[in-house]
């Protein structure tokens, strides 16, 4: 409120009653119309149309051909997720549905095993350890190339089992020798044929023999090379990727069982059991059934319609909100809602999201806005028509009058209190408005003052709570300049 000295506030009274006068002095002798400023809460508001939804919807259809055989619902029945509403009849059903209950059981089966049998992780610790002794022998191997092949005694006894099968084979290299000489390979006699038969796989036999001990050795007499370490490394990287693989999946089971199996399992379940239940309809969220299209005996095919299914937990409106009002509108506003098949009653509301992005329709964009009804009745139904007063601004116990008791000259905002003969012109400032209010800020203005106006009508005093206000036949002329826009609400010191 700007402050004044004692003599310019006699001389901006005096102002005002002249100016009064001389702006109503041909209305003198007339009644004057005047509503009194109250104290009420006020609201700033834009107004949507839309209709009720619920939070989850369900548009429910057959999975295979078949005639329906039961129907276990009515309208408005409460389900709750994973219900049968309706069953196909056995006999009308295709015969990969009627087997479907086979791998639905080994699935099952197999989700049991995963959750609660040892098994599997007893089998990763047998492997974790067969890898583990793997690696251990890779590793002796290795550091075994790095000291002699075998002791001189052992060096000792494969050169004496050399000689001795050497021995052996030539003996019998010059026995077979003999019979190669004398013919008999192709002699005419069976038995000279034989004998060089004989002879000859003994030969072959003690010269397998001979080289056999000989290359052993060779062998322990005989320096690892750098091949032989060569590979050696190579046995224990394979080795040693064996077990940390091993290892990696034994670490797994620390947490048993292992997400990563009851996922796959339940995956094998879930396939399985989305082929059994194409002979059913089940409900897939939690609702009330809103729309039914099943009928006993009805002969249906894959795709067709069966049930409608809306969450009752949470009823929200959708409004498609233009691009012009949209920036006024943001998440956790309060809104007011009054169903158009009850407009004696209104309901809170609270804006839960805003669409970042627009949709254009012809020449308009809109902004689609959720608003979610907090407290709804069994009167509020899925589809129901609504009103919804979005909150935009909002005053409590705020001085206020009548919108078109405002006017401007030279800047400055005026109202006119009645002294019972003429209205005197008092400056104001003004807060939040409305198409039917406005709220006075600071002022010469008190609660009860009556406020001059030149037409008042009943949805004006049902807005300021004075419905039984008595309206006398004569009005002032005249209207208001209250502008558009709201204006700052600081009071100025």
């Known amino acids: 409120m700007r402050v004044f000295n004692k003599m310019a506030i006699l001389f901006l009274l005096l102002t005002a009653v002249l100016g009064s006068c001389n702006r109503h002095s041909a209305d003198v002798e007339k009644e004057i119309l005047t509503v009194p400023a109250v104290r009420k809460d006020i609201e700033k508001t834009v107004i949507f149309i839309g209709n009720v939804t619920g939070g989850q919807t369900a548009s429910l259809t057959w999975g295979t051909k078949g005639v329906i055989g ?40 197999e989700l049991e095993e995963v959750l609660y049998s040892e098994t599997p992780k007893a089998q990763a610790y047998k492997d974790l350890k067969d890898k583990e002794s793997d690696l251990i022998d890779s590793e002796k191997a290795q550091e075994r190339l790095k000291y002699p092949r075998a002791i001189t005694n052992d060096i000792k006894y494969w050169s004496e089992q050399t000689a001795i099968y050497r021995e052996y084979y030539e003996e019998a290299l010059s026995s077979f020798n003999d019979a190669a000489g004398a013919g008999w390979r192709s002699s005419p006699e069976k038995g000279e044929r034989n004998e060089y038969e004989a002879r000859r796989k003994n030969m072959l036999s003690a010269l397998n023999k001979y080289a ?88 249906v095919t894959q795709n067709t319609a069966a049930f409608r299914l809306d969450s009752m937990d949470h009823l929200y409106i959708p409004l498609d909100v233009s691009e012009i009002d949209i920036l006024g509108v943001q998440d956790g506003m309060k809104a007011r809602i009054i169903l158009d098949a009850d407009t004696s009653t209104s309901y809170e509301g609270i804006v839960k999201t805003v669409s970042s992005a627009g949709e254009e329709s012809g020449n308009r964009v809109t902004f689609q806005t959720m608003v979610e009804i907090l407290e709804p009745d069994e009167n509020v139904k899925i589809g129901m028509t609504a009103e919804v007063h979005l909150i935009l601004a909002e005053a409590e116990d705020a001085l206020i009058v009548p919108a078109n008791a405002v006017f401007s000259e030279g800047g400055s905002w005026y109202i006119g209190i009645s002294n019972g003969t003429v209205c005197n012109d008092t400056p104001v400032k003004i807060g939040l408005t409305t198409d039917s209010l406005v709220q006075i800020s600071s002022g010469f203005l008190n609660e009860g003052d009556p406020v001059c106006v030149p037409s008042v009508d009943n949805s004006v005093l049902r807005d300021m709570g004075l419905e039984n206000i008595e309206k006398p036949d004569l009005q002032l002329s005249g209207g208001s300049d209250l502008p558009t826009e709201p204006v700052d609400e600081r009071n100025e010191d």
């Open 212 to 299: 056999e001990v000989y290359n052993n050795y060779l062998y322990y007499s005989g320096k690892a090379t750098a091949n032989d370490f060569a590979q050696a490394d190579a046995d224990i990287d394979v080795a040693q990727a064996a077990y940390d693989s091993a290892l990696r999946v034994f670490r797994t089971y620390n947490e048993y069982p292992r997400e990563k199996d009851i996922t796959a399992a339940q995956i094998k379940v879930d396939n399985a059991q989305d082929t059994y239940n194409r002979r059913n309809i089940v409900a897939s969220i939690n609702g009330v059934v809103t729309q039914i299209s099943a009928r006993e005996g009805d002969y």
């Open 70 to 109: 039961e129907v276990n619902v009515k309208l408005g029945d409460p389900v709750a997720e994973g219900q049968v509403l309706a069953s196909l009849a056995g006999d009308s059903l295709s015969v990969d549905v009627i087997n479907a209950e086979i791998p639905l059981i080994s699935a099952l089966d």
